[in-house]
Nanobody
Framework: QGELVESGGGLVQAGGSLRLSCAAS????????WSWFRQAPVKEREFVAA????????VYADSVKGRFTISRDNAKNTVYLRMNTLKREDTAVYYC????????????????WGQGTQVTVYS
């Protein structure tokens, strides 16, 4: 059974950057596709970015394209989300997810979820 643990969230000024990390226990997850979702207050959870198991295919939501970068280090069983040029509307709890299917990892119900990390952008 895999477990995902996010870290790296925090408080950042608009225009700044953060890097989120998601570490997985259970080596099999290095063969899975991974993704990031986020949920802002009173809003539904939304897809942010996904990466396939080799790292050769990535997909982004239009709202973050060009500002966020998803990457992975299979040797460390870790996926990252580099967030640049942050905006107030990026404020949300960010969740990582994993699934054997690259389609399913993009939502709505990937198999594995982390507990979330809060990102707050202020201006």
């Amino acid at each position: 059974q895999g477990e995902l643990v996010e870290s790296g969230g925090g408080l950042v000024q608009a225009g700044g950057s953060l890097r989120l990390s998601c570490a997985a226990s259970g080596g099999i997850l290095s063969l899975y596709a991974w993704s990031w979702f986020r949920q802002a207050p009173v809003k539904e959870r939304e897809f942010v970015a996904a990466i396939n198991w080799t790292g050769g295919n990535t997909v982004y939501a239009d709202s973050v394209k060009g500002r966020f970068t998803i990457s992975r280090d299979n040797a460390k069983n870790t996926v990252y989300l580099r967030m640049n040029t942050l905006k107030r509307e990026d404020t949300a709890v960010y969740y990582c997810a994993a699934d054997v299917s690259f389609d399913r990892v993009r939502g709505p119900s990937p198999t594995y979820w982390g507990q979330g990390t809060q990102v707050t952008v202020y201006s």
